[in-house]
């Protein structure tokens, strides 16, 4: 029997101040329909990360939130920290979001009889424990769940490949709150005098994680293949990771000095899009890009790669301008296009807009979720028996 409310358990494990996914399930707590969902949200937070920035996020947006901290990867304490949580919120749904959760939520399943769900946001690790063991034995423990999400239709296809029953993934792409992201024209200028930009010069911006997926090294080149016919192009990326040094190296090799601006992790990325007039994506990997989502609420000029998702959000010529990943020449040729067509670049950002008003709004994909919720809840799905069988 189901009770008033579902009651859901968003469950997550991660290091730093996360990526992307942080924001859908942070978010979607936000918005859940509290009339029907009562969603509490869980990390699992190493009590070595002194970086850990979530549980700020989670307090500023008023959400239920809850830390279980462990000493290690593998802390046999937080097995029944999970399950203490799991039987005093009453949780019938356990919905992981990543390989670790996964697991977890299908131990739960097994243990109190709670329903497991999986979104999968992407494998984008680079150690060769992630690649080569963690990330194979997670597309084997998919099998076992009654559904699982892809935030993407390449995710969707990589899980068929592994055997996945068509019928137990849907995709649900990212959204984004079109109220909250919202450009405001007089702020640019202020904005721009904020970040040192001068009159005159043009500002390519990027925004993610310094990991080798997100080739902000071809991003650099294309920049520095542009500089002798645009020499007021300077190029602005905001965020953290392994590759900065090896990144920085790179740009003072192939850029003037001052050309090229490292922000690190930025808080307000309203603020910064002000002071862009292009943004670029230039990753061989995505889900689905919340940073692109992010500029086409801001309705910054867009190109982007064929990551992921990047495709089934904005389509080539329409909403933005779309190239192949790792292409070099490619990707400079978009850039200088945007630039060198200023009305045909105002129309795409236009139809962007409309794009996450309408079918990209962080509502639509809530209401998407809640349907599975609803789905799941109603099924109430058999009891999952071994997972060893399942994943067979």
């Not at 520095?224 to 645009?230: D, Q």
Request: aromatic share 6%; hydrophobic share 40%; net charge positive.
């Amino acid at each position: 029997m189901i009770r008033d409310r579902i009651r859901v358990l968003e469950l997550r494990s991660v290091r730093g101040t996360g990526g992307g996914p942080e924001k859908t399930i942070l978010l979607g707590a936000q918005h859940a329909d509290t009339d029907r969902f009562a969603v509490t949200v869980c990390y699992i937070r190493d009590g070595r990360d002194q970086l850990f920035g979530i549980d700020a996020r989670a307090g500023h947006l008023g959400i239920d939130y809850v830390e279980i901290l462990e000493r290690s990867s593998f802390d046999r304490r937080i097995w029944p920290a999970l399950r203490r949580l799991v039987r005093e919120r009453s949780i019938d749904i356990v919905h992981a979001h990543e390989y670790k959760t996964d697991l977890l939520a299908l131990l739960l399943a097994r243990a109190e009889g709670t329903i497991p769900l999986a979104t999968l946001h992407g494998w984008t690790g680079h150690s060769w424990r992630e690649r080569w063991l963690y990330y194979a034995l997670d597309k084997r423990l998919l099998r076992a769940f009654p559904m699982t999400i892809a935030v993407s239709s390449q995710i969707r296809a990589e899980l068929l490949n592994h055997h996945v029953p068509a019928d137990r993934v849907r995709v649900i792409l990212n959204g984004i709150d079109p109220q909250s992201f919202r450009r405001d024209r007089a702020r640019e200028s202020v904005v721009r005098q904020e970040l040192g930009i001068a009159p005159g010069e043009i500002v390519v911006g990027s925004i993610g994680r310094l990991e080798p997926q997100k080739r902000f090294d071809l991003l650099i080149r294309a920049c520095a293949a542009l500089r002798g016919r645009w020499p007021g192009l300077r190029l602005l990326i905001a965020g953290d990771g392994s590759q900065r040094g090896e990144l920085e190296a790179l740009a003072d090799r192939l850029l003037p000095a001052g050309a090229c601006r490292w922000l690190g992790h930025q808080p307000d990325i309203t603020r910064l899009h002000h002071g862009f007039d292009l943004f670029v994506q230039s990753s061989d990997y995505e889900g689905t890009s919340n940073a692109v989502l992010e500029a086409m609420a801001l309705e910054t000029p867009l190109v982007a790669t064929a990551a992921g998702g990047t495709e089934e959000m904005i389509e080539h010529d329409r909403e933005g301008l779309v190239v192949p990943c790792g292409d070099l020449n490619q990707l400079a040729a978009a850039i200088e296009r945007a630039l060198l067509e200023p009305v045909q670049t105002h129309e795409r950002v236009a139809r962007a807009r409309r794009r996450i008003e309408t079918t990209l709004s962080f509502g639509a994909r809530v209401a998407a979720l809640e349907r599975i919720y609803s789905e799941l809840a109603a099924q109430r799905v058999r009891p999952l028996g071994r997972i060893s069988e399942q994943c067979a």
